[in-house]
């Protein structure tokens, strides 16, 4: 019980911090025109995803409908308005990297991890996108797991590759 | 801040350095000072070119040996295939997939005693018992290097070196020396034609926005590239990003306008970083800001990362993203240029065409203009992938042939596999064949042809590849990119990735085939903007060329390259199976029974046509029918 009031002062701490962060990012660029983006960017930076609490925090500072941000953050890829699991596997879908077999990396990890594409496993250890090009041809087909880079890849080659994050 | 007697001294300070990265044609124990410059590009430092740069310093400082080599991380090289790349100078001797266990040796064998390491030298650089310098290779050969100039000769980080190889001269000559309209005529003379993929005159795209009588304007770097598969842009960024920079400031001079902005991917953090540094450095030596050399001229940029979203490559969906809204174009005109960012006229240039300004202002529009074609002038970036031998970056001059590209450059088919296709244009390219490898690389013949110059990737395929579904391949990008605002390319593409999937089914019929053809044209007469209006291009090349491809998918049920799942199916060849039973044990549906030691059987009726089998076969018994 005593650990647990613990890790739940830990986590609002955290939370508190967290939100401090969004409301610099926010003073820093509420003045600029064209802010909203910028400040997604920092809130993603911040928590991984874009968290609706958050948005509504965003919206009250820039004075902005939360309508509006939710139609700017559903628009492009980047953002992502769920949370991810510990590790994100991109698998390149480029077209390079899909002309070097890219789809059968792509399919070889949804079957080894039993998840589908844009999906996250169960224990939420990863999540599995399918993502654009991500400008390292050279070593096509290629994925990144967190920040390292896995290239030249077999669909052989996923199973152990995994193995290492588990 | 610096005028233009400070940028001198600079100059004369570190032209030394950069004159140690020439190749002298000594070598040996004569050479009292080497430059080993490692390629610091997102394709090598994928490749971990980062460790090794730590292990070379690391290991030169334990022979003690500093002041006698220098470790620069470099921009991209260009052989991204080959990475992580090391070249070292004066003799130009180039390491490919150098890897950290090789430095010791590398350091104490080249470094210290002047003999090429002969484990990683460069297969293509050896002739007979001689080692030839990698500008010697026929992938060097016959570039022409403008745009990706300094890209491997200079510390991106560092800002002396980039003035030091003549940075922020032309900057200088533009402030001091010319009027607006010379600089927008010497744009104009030169012929260039932006490198985004509009092809459209640099030159007359600044006269439109210097002719407007507005307080604002604004100059904007498109650095959106969208193309997946290309990545020029990229590699300007991170191995020249003052060439940006300056550039940006002289076409602000030329319209008139004190404030740019670089829209950048988010997903090039090293492009972002480094560029985000050089404006620092910029801004420090007073080569952005206020009053520039004591000319009164000021201008400043900032930058906004994109977001990921392909049709923010748009110039007016660009602008929209800028303002903080959905990436979503407007009707033009009114073009950007009369009335863009916020309503003030802008301008909006590519990273690779601004890449050139610099050179152009130097060299002067003549010298410009003696390189290319009649309408097509200078060179061109393109990012070579796919089935070729020499995956990476090259700068040839407009008017080159496919097939020297491909062939002499590229080094061909890897695996003795037979060239069947080169995409040009990305997603809105076109596919062209073997017919066409003697075609020269410009706007106009290109378009004419079905695909496009695009923004510079140049994707090869093989026999293995098969053109139905790669048509698919695009179909499903542009229609998942498209932005939904216009009803032919929101809905078209859609439908026309319903009938691509149908027919990669082998559920096809000719009528699926007029039909893709039809819509093809109404999506792309139909569309707002381009990319609705070139995203049908895929596919109406493919139908062109391949069509036979597309029958035997139809017709046949059959994929010809063995790649559409519905088509094909696994049979384990009896003869060839050694019963290790491997397969069966991999197999994620268990469709694969047998007898350890006897042949094993794929039951179709249960197999998912994964391909694990295929993939873990030792004996190549599983074949694809």
Not at chain 2, 288 to 305: A, K, Q, Y
Not at chain 2, 542 to 566: L, N
Request: with cysteine.
């Amino acid at each position: 019980m005593e650990h647990q009031q613990t890790c739940s002062s830990v986590d609002i701490a955290e939370a508190d911090e967290k939100l401090e962060k969004v409301k610099h990012a926010i003073e820093q660029f509420k003045l600029m025109k064209g802010a909203l983006i910028p400040v997604l960017h920092e809130v993603q930076d911040i928590y991984g995803f874009l968290p609706e609490p958050v948005l509504q925090v965003v919206s009250e500072e820039l004075n902005l409908p939360l309508s509006e941000i939710y139609g700017v953050a559903s628009f492009y890829h980047f953002f992502s308005l769920t949370p991810k699991g510990e590790h994100v596997i991109h698998v390149c879908m480029g077209t390079a990297c899909y002309i070097k077999g890219a789809q059968a990396v792509l399919d070889r990890l949804s079957t080894e991890l039993k998840v589908p594409v844009q999906g996250t496993t169960e224990d939420n250890k990863f999540t599995l996108e399918a993502t654009r090009c991500l400008g390292a041809c050279g070593l096509a087909p290629v994925m990144t797991i967190g920040e390292k880079v896995h290239g030249r890849l077999v669909p052989n080659a996923v199973p152990k590759i995994i193995n290492e994050y588990k | 801040m610096k005028l233009l007697t400070d940028l001198d001294a600079i100059r004369t300070l570190t032209q030394s350095r950069l004159d140690n990265r020439r190749i002298t044609g000594a070598s040996g124990e004569s050479i009292t000072f080497r430059s080993v410059m490692v390629c610091g590009g997102t394709g090598c430092t994928s490749s971990d070119s980062n460790t090794i740069i730590a292990a070379l310093e690391q290991e030169i400082s334990s022979h003690g040996i500093e002041s006698q080599v220098e470790v620069v991380r470099t921009g991209c090289f260009g052989l991204c295939e080959l990475g992580p790349v090391v070249i070292v100078y004066p003799e130009g001797i180039f390491y490919s997939r150098v890897e950290v266990k090789d430095i010791p040796a590398l350091v104490e064998q080249h470094l210290l005693n002047g003999k090429p390491y002969d484990k990683k030298i460069y297969e293509k650089t050896r002739h007979g018992e001689e080692i030839l310098s990698f500008e010697e290779t026929d992938f060097y050969k016959k570039q022409v290097r403008i745009a990706l100039r300094n890209c491997g000769t200079i510390d991106p980080e560092v800002i002396d070196e980039y003035i030091a190889s003549d940075g922020y001269k032309a900057l200088a000559q533009v402030l001091t020396t010319m009027s607006r309209e010379q600089v927008i005529d010497t744009v104009k003379q030169s012929g260039l034609r932006g490198r985004g993929g509009g092809g459209f005159l640099t030159g007359l795209k600044w006269e439109f926005a210097a002719k407007q009588n507005k307080q604002q304007k604004y100059v904007i770097c498109n650095a959106d590239e969208g193309d997946p598969g290309a990545f020029m842009d990229r590699s300007i960024l991170e191995g020249n990003p003052h060439s940006v920079i300056e550039a940006m400031a002289i076409a602000g001079y030329a319209i008139g306008a004190n404030q740019g902005f670089i829209y950048v991917r988010a997903e090039y953090p090293i492009a972002v970083q480094r560029f985000t540094k050089a404006l620092d450095q910029a801004r420090e030596y007073g080569l952005l800001g206020d009053d520039i050399f004591g000319t009164g001229f000021t201008f400043n940029i900032d930058v906004r990362l994109g977001a990921g979203a392909f049709v923010c490559g748009e110039e007016t969906a660009l602008i929209h993203s800028i303002e903080g809204h959905r990436g979503m174009p407007t009707p033009k005109p009114p073009f950007p240029a009369v009335e863009g960012l916020w309503g003030m006229p802008t301008i909006i240039n590519n990273v690779e065409t601004l890449a050139n300004i610099a050179q152009i202002i130097l060299n002067g529009a003549e010298w410009y203009a003696s390189i290319g074609t009649e309408k097509s002038k200078g060179t061109k970036v393109f990012a070579l992938g796919g089935k070729v031998v020499n995956t990476g970056l090259v700068e040839v001059p407009m008017g080159i042939t496919l097939r020297e590209v491909i062939f002499e450059i590229g080094g061909g088919i890897p695996g003795g596999k037979k060239f069947k296709a080169v995409q040009t244009g990305g997603p809105s390219g076109g596919c062209l064949t073997e017919e066409h490898l003697d075609c020269t690389i410009d706007f106009d013949t290109l378009t004419s042809l079905g695909s496009m110059m695009g923004s510079g990737g140049m994707i090869i395929m093989d026999e293995d590849t098969c053109m139905v579904d790669v048509a698919r391949f695009y179909l499903d990008f542009t229609r998942d990119e498209s932005c939904g605002k216009c009803t032919p390319c929101r809905i078209g593409t859609k439908r026309l990735l319903e009938m691509l999937d149908k027919i990669t089914d082998g559920k096809g019929t000719m009528e699926d085939l007029e039909n893709l053809e039809q819509l093809s044209l109404q999506i792309k007469n139909a569309s707002l903007c381009a990319l609705g209006q070139t995203a049908p291009n895929p596919v109406l090349s493919t139908i062109k060329y391949f069509r036979d491809e597309y029958m035997a998918h139809i017709t046949d049920s059959k994929c010809p390259a063995g790649v559409c799942k519905s088509l094909i199916s696994y049979e384990i060849d009896a003869e060839l199976c050694r019963g290790c039973s491997l397969c069966a044990r991999k197999c994620p549906s268990d469709a694969i029974s047998g007898k350890v030691k006897e042949p094993y059987v794929i039951d179709k009726a249960t197999c998912i046509k994964c391909g694990v089998c295929f993939d873990v076969c030792k004996f190549k018994a599983v074949a694809i029918v």
